[in-house]
């Protein structure tokens, strides 16, 4: 073989190996850029999840107040009725009372 296809044959395989070298090194940076990118959407994901739960959690805080607040209210009412109709009966209660206690 001649020094010239010899030289050629080397730069060649110089060229090859600096082509390989330099795409491996892209795919090393795409790699790391890739995960990179994962974890930042990871963060933003489970950043958005905690906020999405606590909206969630104020609403359903909220709804039960309105519920307690609604119970409260019927419950409020139906005491009422029942001290008013106790109110009626007090008298008759009293007359009852106080008339076995004079017949014995």
């Not at 010899?6 to 060649?12: A, D, N």
């Not at 963060?43 to 309105?66: F, H, I, N, T």
């Amino acid at each position: 073989m001649s020094l010239e296809a010899i030289e050629k044959v080397t730069e060649v395989e110089t060229k090859n190996r600096e082509r390989k070298a330099a795409a491996e090194a892209e795919a090393r940076q795409l790699v790391a850029d890739a995960e990179r990118e994962g974890l930042a959407l990871l963060q933003q994901v489970r950043a958005d999840a905690v906020e999405e739960g606590r909206k969630l959690l104020r609403q359903a805080e909220e709804r039960a107040a309105e519920r307690s607040a609604k119970i409260a209210g019927t419950a409020e009412a139906e005491a009422q009725a029942l001290r008013a109709a106790a109110g009626q009966h007090m008298s008759e209660a009293a007359e009852f009372i106080v008339g076995r206690v004079v017949k014995h």
